[in-house]
């Protein structure tokens, strides 16, 4: 096992170490079971939601490799705060180790600048 997950807010900011996915990401509703490779499916009483990697998608996906705790309060709110302050778009999924941004593949390159000051500066 790893080490503990973190709480504290600057903790949790300072080992953000946000990492930049090369590969492209897209959101797709999808009818039966989920395409192999599906990054996450979310089930809604509307549909169903898979984030798939493919050659054109509008997403790029970040992932914060600090193991925040799920009961730790703040990190998305300041994460999405900072990328909001410069007018990126950010959609988080959360797994049990790691916070997973999905921003416009355009201002990916931004978007990780932006996340490693605030982790500078926590």
Known sequence: MG???????????????PALDQRRWDFALVEGDPPSGAFAIIREAEGTTAILPT???????????????????????????????????????????????FVPWPRRDEALAILQRLAASA
Do not use: K, N, W
Request: aromatic share 4%; glycine share 14%.
């Open 3 to 17: 080490a503990s997950p973190v709480s504290i807010l600057a903790q949790m900011l300072a080992g953000m170490a």
């Open 55 to 101: 050659d054109d998608g509008g997403f790029a996906r970040i992932t914060l490799m600090v193991h925040s705790a799920l009961e730790g309060v703040g990190l998305t709110a300041a994460v999405a705060g900072g990328l909001a302050a410069a007018g990126i778009a950010c959609d988080v999924v959360a797994g049990y180790h790691h916070d997973h941004l």
